[in-house]
């Protein structure tokens, strides 16, 4: 069984720009939840998504959105990025929404803003 | 507001040794505890304990859940230079938010 694949794995850009980024889970999978990984704040929830619906949402700002697609598939987009947003971003996967189940992450894309 | 702290934050170890990583926990609503694997790549699952299992093994790790005191504990035993990485800890509330701790560096040298 494929793991989860995130796209693309490494992206360079400047401040001002935004970006995309892709999560792909395990076959079958239905939640998607992304996270923020920095040297400083270590791994922190961005939002959490199932069956197309945001069921949760971190402390982030606006600026940070997602969206989930029919086929699970899902994308996060942040807009007007900052110095800040450089970090490694990843995403988990799960069977169902709610828990406990276990999440399994994908290798994640790494973002640097210059 | 959710809170995992593990400790200690970094050890280092010989190889054969056994060593113990900590993890503590305030949770509302507690669903599960999770722990990781991570080396210079995304974390890889490891175990997850909930109120129906408290004690998980495999090979040579083992883990435990003490839902009275709120913690957990993470064993390794005769360690292995594979085993450095850094270990997470993380808990389940409500969803499938996961609260993760700092991590504890472990470096298993020969």
């Known amino acids: 069984k494929a793991g989860v694949t995130q796209t693309p794995r490494y992206l360079i850009k400047t401040r001002g720009q935004q970006v995309t980024l892709s999560c792909s889970p395990i076959s079958g999978h239905r939640s998607v939840s992304w996270y923020q990984q920095t040297p400083g704040q270590g791994l922190q929830f961005l939002f959490e998504y199932f069956s197309e619906t945001q069921r949760n949402k971190g402390n982030f700002p606006g600026r940070f959105s997602g969206r989930q697609f029919s086929n699970s598939r899902s994308e996060m987009n942040v807009s007007t990025l900052e110095l800040g947003d450089s970090a490694l971003y990843l995403c988990?996967?799960?069977?169902?929404?709610?828990?406990?189940?276990?999440?399994?992450f994908g290798p994640g894309t790494r973002l640097t803003v210059l | 507001e959710d809170k995992v702290v593990q400790s200690p934050l970094s050890l280092v170890v010989h190889e054969g040794d056994t060593v113990t990583l900590n993890c503590s926990y305030e949770?509302?609503?507690?669903?599960?505890l999770l722990w990781y694997k991570q080396e210079k790549k995304a974390p890889t699952f490891l175990f997850m304990l909930?109120?129906?299992?408290i004690e998980k093994k495999s090979g040579r790790l083992s883990s435990i859940l003490d839902k009275k005191e709120l913690f957990s504990i993470l064993n390794i035993t005769a360690t292995q230079t594979g085993d450095s990485a850094i270990y997470l800890c993380?808990?389940?509330?409500?969803?499938?938010?996961?609260?993760f701790g700092t991590g504890t560096q472990l470096k298993v040298e020969l």
């Open positions: 909930t109120s129906s299992g």
């Open positions: 988990a996967s799960s069977f169902i929404a709610g828990g406990p189940n276990e999440q399994f």
């Open positions: 993380a808990v389940t509330g409500g969803g499938n938010k996961l609260t």
């Open positions: 949770v509302t609503n507690f669903r599960s």
